[in-house]
């Protein structure tokens, strides 16, 4: 008699190809999944920025200056409360400005995730928490 030959299973060779390829479709979702996490995050930022941005407008419209920094905004109701960054150790950052020309200004800065590393012009270098200097920035004439 000939012996009989078991042939249900998969070979090891067979499991580690799946798992291999299993692997790598993981590794391409997390990457994925991740990119997705930091542009919502930075489309936040700039929307809160927009909404702080609205607020100061309107402030300016009544009170004819903007405001030396952002405290009156809340209390005075332009804002319900004033928009914090998505990750707990970074912030915004606002910079009341003069022109040469004297005329108010200010620069709203904010650090963005996918941004470049370079500084935005208008925010002087300043700090907005551990992401180190602010890479994007919104004024009274939108972004610059």
Known sequence: MKPMRHTAGFTLLELLVV???MGILIAIG???YTTLNKQARDGRRISDLQTIRTALESY???NGDYPADL???VPSGYLNNLPEDPVPDRQYVYLPIT?????ASYALCASRELAGSLPA??????NCGTAGACNY???PLGEQ
């Open 30 to 32: 997390v990457q994925s």
């Open 60 to 62: 300016r419209s009544q």
């Open 71 to 73: 405290s009156p905004i």
């Open 137 to 139: 920035q919104l004024g």
């Open 19 to 21: 798992i291999s390829i």
């Open 99 to 103: 022109t040469a020309q004297g005329q």
């Open 121 to 126: 012009s208008g925010c002087n270098g300043q």
